[in-house]
């Protein structure tokens, strides 16, 4: 039977809770070993930006343009359930491209397949995680757990770079597949034991007893986003900065193959470094907090994810020691600006919109990245690489100036007092069990 608690149990969240988190590490793990291996075997396969700006584009339009419709259905279904079966998908998928590898017939199509399917997977997982955790966190410690989780995914850079550069000189690339199958297998095992605590539907001004179909419930969610000015602008000036900044990261394989002559480890090297940042960005965010307004802590985050990137835009083909450096300040830069950001959320949406508005947040402002993608492979093959770096860099740092600029997204967490509940009803009653 499964294990039932209550939020407001202080004592006893931490261990289901933490249980399940570390299951999703492994997991992550394993899924960042795979993402590394593929990525580099079309770098040396193909050595073309535009293939690699493509397998960023499949992976990424499936949550793009089924986010709004998985976030209502995040919020219609058993969050538990989703996370086995989007987890499980994933395996099969991964099994499937893994057999195809060891019968010597892989094609590029297959490898998008899988990024496709496994992207598909994410967009039902991420949101029905990130949703639960609001309610099996207490609300004080959620800008906390943020901190925690971005130094989870420095530390698995750390840890999988350096790690896929290994095994792809000892195993086939089948064999890394084999590995994420395996931790998927134990991120899906705790969820059969633990319960993950549902939230109270709230139907608005419909009759308690009459359902609303997913169309009304989705667009309930749309109603409630653009009812707040302030995170609006914020999912808007995102928007800008995934058009100009995805596209350079989805290339870094190229920068340093062809700017940099380097090679896997090197490429390792970079993401190792990236984890390096993350982990101390996250410490710094779990331990200080940020500021007593989070948006300047974002706002100086952004930032510095700009000047980074700019730095890595600027410099010459000998100075690989530098663009090690400019990684570390991206590294530590992105929790301190996605962090304060997610925590806002997640403490001031209502538990049964949470799914809706963080996949709506996602869709929106990654909608312009497919088209940054889409024309950054070519252009990269003409212009250069660096020319992305250059273009995103500023974008980031103009980004961040904008947090200061508009007042409705500096006052974002005064305005969230304004906040409809739910279909403009009564707040909901969290349920603390699992059906």
């Not at 974002?298 to 990684?327: C, D, E, H, K, R």
């Amino acid at each position: 039977m499964a294990t039932q608690f209550s939020v407001d149990e202080g004592r006893r969240w931490k261990v289901p809770f933490f249980t399940i988190w570390t299951g999703q590490a492994v997991s992550l793990l394993g899924s960042q070993l795979v993402q590394f291996a593929l990525i580099w075997h079309l770098t040396v396969e193909t050595g073309s930006a535009t293939v690699l700006a493509t397998a960023s584009l499949v992976g990424l339009l499936p949550q793009v343009i089924l986010g709004p419709l998985t976030g209502t259905l995040v919020d219609r279904w058993n969050r538990r359930v989703i996370m086995i079966v989007a987890d499980g998908m994933i395996a099969l998928a991964t099994v499937g491209l893994a057999l195809v590898f060891a019968a010597g017939e892989v094609q590029l199509w297959h490898i998008y397949a899988l990024m496709f399917l496994r992207s598909v997977g994410g967009g039902f997982h991420r949101p029905a995680m990130s949703a639960s955790t609001s309610l099996m966190v207490p609300k004080e410690q959620l800008a906390r757990l943020q901190g925690i989780n971005q130094a989870l995914e420095g530390g698995l850079n750390i840890f999988s770079a350096p790690l896929g550069a290994l095994l792809l000189e000892i195993l086939p690339l089948q064999g890394i597949l084999a590995i994420d199958v395996v931790t998927a297998v134990i991120a899906i095992t705790p969820l059969f034991f633990i319960a993950v605590p549902q939230p109270d539907r709230v139907t608005g001004i419909k009759d308690a007893e009459e359902k609303t179909s997913v169309w009304e419930e989705t667009a309930a969610g749309v109603r409630y986003l653009t009812a707040w000015p302030g995170l609006l602008i914020v999912m808007l000036m995102a928007s800008v900065v995934n058009l100009l900044v995805n596209p350079a990261f989805a290339l870094i394989p190229l920068l340093v193959k062809d700017h940099f002559n380097g090679g896997a480890p090197d490429l390792a090297s970079l993401e190792f470094l990236v984890g390096v940042g993350y982990i101390l960005g996250g410490i710094l965010l779990g331990v200080w907090g940020g500021f007593k307004r989070g948006v300047a802590t974002s706002m100086l985050g952004i930032m510095g994810v700009g000047v980074g990137t700019l730095l890595m835009g600027q410099l010459p083909a000998g100075s690989f020691n530098l663009a090690l450096a400019a990684v570390t300040l991206i590294g530590i830069s992105l929790p301190v600006t996605n962090g304060p950001l997610m925590a806002l959320v997640q403490k001031a949406v209502s538990p049964d919109m949470q799914g809706r508005v963080m996949t709506l947040l996602f869709s929106v402002s990654t909608a312009m990245t497919p088209i940054g993608l889409a024309v950054s492979g070519p252009l990269a093959d003409r212009l250069g690489i660096q020319f992305w770096f250059t273009l995103g860099g500023i974008s980031c740092v103009v980004m961040g100036l904008g947090f200061v600029l508009i007042p409705a997204v500096w006052n974002i967490e005064k305005d969230q007092s304004l906040q409809p509940s739910a279909g403009d009803g009564p707040e909901p009653v969290l349920a603390a069990s699992n059906d």
